[in-house]
């Protein structure tokens, strides 16, 4: 179901109403929030942010906050758990690589990994980001042992698909490319 909006851009003497295709961000600018919409028929890169008040239809955003809220549940919920991962994920970069670039040590970490082993769904606890690599997208993930480990769609285990379903607003707009 499609929603019709009036970007920012439009004025009084342009009246024309636009079809917002999805919600891909939000922000918060002086305690006042504001959405990334991507319109339809226009490219990723004419997103446009938004004050929910220039949406006619907030169904979108709506969807939007709930797939975030699913997200920061399932798989970026700051529990001492995960936090305590996040804390192991930083010393495993930060030992691999001399090199202060956080770029360089991501790279160093997905060479130094064995790219043929499969994961099981038992073992994957979570995707916690997505990158661009070579021309291939790759999926941030850690595994229950605390280890990071970065997949591709094929090596992420059948029974974990709805976890890259839940990164896909991430990979058109924030992806990293490495």
């Known amino acids: ?3 019709i909006s009036k970007p920012k851009s439009a004025t009084d ?3 024309e109403l636009y079809v917002a295709e999805k919600i891909v961000d939000k922000r918060e600018i002086d305690g006042m929030e504001e ?3 991507k319109w339809e028929g226009y490219s990723m890169k004419e997103c446009t ?3 929910k008040e220039h949406l006619i239809n907030t169904t979108l955003i709506s969807d ?3 797939i975030q809220k699913k997200a920061n549940k399932v798989i970026f919920s700051s529990t001492p758990r995960t936090t305590s991962y996040r804390r192991d994920i930083q010393d495993a970069i930060m030992a691999l690589s001399a090199n202060k670039e ?3 040590r991501i790279s160093r970490l997905m060479e130094s990994q064995d790219n043929n082993k499969k994961y099981a769904a038992k073992d994957i606890y979570g995707i916690c980001g997505v990158l661009h690599k070579r021309g291939a997208i790759v999926y941030s993930t850690i595994l229950k042992n605390n280890k990071l480990v970065f997949l591709t769609a094929d090596q992420v285990p059948k029974e974990c698909h709805y976890m890259i379903v839940d990164m896909i607003p991430y990979v058109s707009c924030c992806a990293k490319q490495l």
């Open 64 to 66: 939007y906050e709930r």
């Open 1 to 3: 179901m499609v929603k």
């Open 13 to 15: 003497k342009n009246n």
């Open 35 to 37: 959405y990334r919409v």
């Open 49 to 51: 942010w938004e004050p």
């Open 102 to 104: 956080p770029e360089f």
